[in-house]
T-cell receptor
Framework: DAKTTQPPSMDCAEGRAANLPCNHS???????VYWYRQIHSQGPQYIIH???NNETNEMASLIITEDRKSSTLILPHATLRDTAVYYC???????????????FGQGTILTVHP | NAGVMQNPRHLVRRRGQEARLRCSPM?????VYWYRQLPEEGLKFMVY????????ESGMPKERFSAEFPKEGPSILRIQQVVRGDSAAYFC?????????????FGPGTRLTVL
């Protein structure tokens, strides 16, 4: 799986948008970008994933650059409960061959403050 | 729809004892993954199982650790002769299919403390 690079920590004011960047310059054509988060001591929580198009769900938006070398996770209105470690992960999707493991890096510690 | 269940949530063992961690996947999920998170470290993949089969055990320590996912019942991660370095949070995840575009859903974890 491609290596990802994320800033170790970020701050965000409550109610503002949180924009978390991720670099994955060695991503290959069959790799998806996934975002998970881990709120203190809990199991990781899936947020969103995408291949090359921008994606949005009830939790967040994912913006992937045209060259796919980087992406940004956007939490549009951050709350205190969004304080967590956010992981950007790239995973291979080989048609017909399942390979499910997630390779977690160090992630970004997002702190949302009042 | 109940999520991934893990038990026990907390487990204390003395050095040399055995630890058994159980994971019940979400309904309809036939793929299970185990991850370990050592104190102050990131999550590390251990093993990936489908019903009755080990698909990928590249992250499993070569000795004392084993995993199974029988046809009936939960997945079990077994650690024999535990040592203090085994103290960690062990997370189980499940997915509907092993293909990577299906997200993994994680359980709350089992915190193992070895005295």
């Amino acid at each position: 799986d491609a290596k990802t690079t994320q800033p170790p920590s970020m701050d965000c004011a409550e109610g503002r948008a949180a924009n978390l960047p991720c670099n994955h310059s060695t991503i290959s054509g069959n790799e998806y970008v996934y975002w998970y988060r881990q709120i203190h001591s809990q199991g990781p929580q899936y947020i969103i994933h995408g291949l090359k198009n921008n994606e949005t769900n009830e939790m967040a938006s994912l913006i992937i650059t045209e060259d796919r070398k980087s992406s940004t996770l956007i939490l549009p209105h951050a709350t205190l409960r969004d304080t967590a470690v956010y992981y950007c992960i790239v995973r291979v999707n080989i048609g017909g061959t399942s390979y499910g493991k997630l390779t977690f890096g160090q992630g970004t510690i997002l702190t949302v403050h009042p | 729809n109940a999520g991934v269940m893990q038990n026990p949530r907390h487990l204390v063992r003395r050095r040399g004892q055995e630890a058994r961690l159980r994971c019940s996947p979400m309904k309809g999920h036939s793929h299970v993954y185990w991850y370990r998170q050592l104190p102050e470290e990131g999550l590390k993949f251990m093993v990936y199982l489908q019903k009755e089969n080990i698909i990928d055990e590249s992250g499993m320590p070569k000795e004392r650790f084993s995993a199974e996912f029988p046809k009936e019942g939960p997945s079990i991660l077994r650690i024999q002769q535990v040592v203090r370095g085994d103290s960690a949070a062990y997370f189980c995840a499940s997915s509907r299919s092993g293909s990577s575009y299906n997200e993994q859903f994680f359980g709350p974890g089992t915190r193992l403390t070895v005295l």
